[in-house]
Nanobody
Framework: QVQLVESGGGLVQTGDSLKLSCAVS????????MSWFRQAPGKEREFVGT????????EYTDSVEGRFTITRDSARNTLYLEMNFLKPEDTAVYYC???????????????????WGQGTQVTVSS
């Protein structure tokens, strides 16, 4: 059973940087990709970005492209989300999630993910 635990959230100001971590425990041999999603109050869960666990391919939503970077340390089974030039609209609970290989849903669809972390709050003040 894979478990995900996020950490690193907090309260920052506009323009600041923050780095989130997602510790992955359990067997990861069926993991195709790991992604970050976020959910702001009253809004649907939104895809932020993804990285393939074996190859390191990354993809981001347009609103964070060039500001956010996803990396993974396969040896430590840890996923990271480095966020720069933060804006108030980045305020949300951030979740990491695991996508199995063979899912019929696309990388940006939450239904493609079978394991989720508990989330970590990121608040960006103006």
């Amino acid at each position: 059973q894979v478990q995900l635990v996020e950490s690193g959230g907090g309260l920052v100001q506009t323009g600041d940087s923050l780095k989130l971590s997602c510790a992955v425990s359990g067997r990861t041999d069926s993991t195709y990709a790991m992604s970050w999603f976020r959910q702001a109050p009253g809004k649907e869960r939104e895809f932020v970005g993804t990285i393939t666990w074996g190859g390191g391919y990354t993809e981001y939503t347009d609103s964070v492209e060039g500001r956010f970077t996803i990396t993974r340390d396969s040896a430590r089974n840890t996923l990271y989300l480095e966020m720069n030039f933060l804006k108030p609209e980045d305020t949300a609970v951030y979740y990491c999630a695991r996508r199995l290989s063979g899912s019929v849903y696309g990388l940006r669809n939450p239904q493609a993910y079978d394991v989720w972390g508990q989330g970590t709050q990121v608040t960006v003040s103006s």
